[in-house]
């Protein structure tokens, strides 16, 4: 490791205490960095000024994930390393969770004020299943995209994720379709 990064064993150890130290390091700058390219993004949100419906939603990808996707693009090499079957459990862990909080975070500029539990007594989708579905399709997108990360451009993405928060897989899988006549 050392050796990669052109220094010495000594000046890696005045900075870190081991691999580990320097890894938690490398995973908090990502941590911080994606915290506030969400928040950045979000706060373009605030300026719709009302509810979308579907199709602006798939609009607004352009804007709620501009920051974040470029923060994402920048740091590609770390976060799909991390991220990839032989990363770090913990750390995607920790992704899903800020994507839990960004999910609330957004949730009202979206879709507005929803009582989540009067919603839950009378929905036979309990508010968590449809959460985990939303949340779990962009983070593997990111992951998708992460793996091969020169096969689609950040705009296909947006465009990618503009759908998927959108769309379900069934009117998916026929926009794809349309492609193959």
Same mark, same amino acid.
């Given at each position: 490791? %050392?050796?990669?990064?052109?220094?010495?064993?000594?000046?890696?150890?005045?900075?870190?205490?081991?691999?580990?130290?320097?890894?938690?390091?490398?995973?908090?700058?990502? @941590?911080?960095?994606?915290?506030?390219?969400?928040?950045?993004?979000?706060?373009?949100?605030?300026?719709?000024?009302?509810?979308?419906?579907?199709?602006?939603?798939?609009?607004?990808?352009? $804007?709620?994930?501009?920051?974040?996707?470029?923060?994402?693009?920048?740091?590609?090499?770390? @976060?799909?390393?991390?991220?990839?079957?032989?990363?770090?459990?913990?750390?995607?862990?920790?992704? %899903?969770? %800020?994507?839990?909080?960004?999910?609330?975070?957004? @949730?009202?500029?979206?879709?507005?004020?929803?009582?989540?539990?009067?919603?839950?007594?009378?929905?036979?989708?309990?508010?968590?299943?449809?959460?985990?579905?939303?949340?779990?399709?962009? $983070?593997?997108?990111?992951?998708?995209?992460?793996?091969?990360?020169?096969?689609?451009?950040?705009?296909?993405?947006?465009?990618?994720?503009? @759908?998927?928060?959108?769309?379900?897989?069934?009117?998916?899988?026929?926009?794809?379709?349309?492609?193959?006549?």
């Amino acid at each position: 490791m %050392v050796n990669s990064a052109e220094v010495s064993k000594k000046t890696f150890y005045n900075y870190y205490q081991n691999k580990h130290d320097l890894l938690r390091e490398i995973e908090n700058d990502l @941590l911080s960095g994606l915290r506030q390219a969400l928040q950045a993004d979000r706060e373009e949100l605030k300026n719709v000024g009302h509810l979308p419906d579907a199709n602006e939603i798939i609009d607004l990808a352009s $804007v709620a994930f501009n920051q974040t996707l470029a923060f994402c693009n920048e740091n590609k090499h770390f @976060l799909s390393n991390l991220l990839s079957s032989n990363g770090d459990m913990q750390f995607y862990q920790i992704i %899903v969770k %800020v994507a839990n909080d960004e999910f609330d975070a957004r @949730l009202p500029y979206l879709f507005g004020d929803i009582d989540i539990k009067k919603a839950n007594a009378k929905s036979p989708i309990p508010f968590s299943f449809i959460k985990t579905l939303y949340i779990n399709t962009i $983070v593997n997108l990111l992951m998708l995209w992460g793996e091969a990360p020169d096969s689609l451009s950040i705009n296909e993405i947006k465009s990618i994720a503009g @759908l998927v928060q959108a769309k379900s897989p069934i009117e998916l899988i026929q926009i794809y379709k349309t492609y193959l006549d």
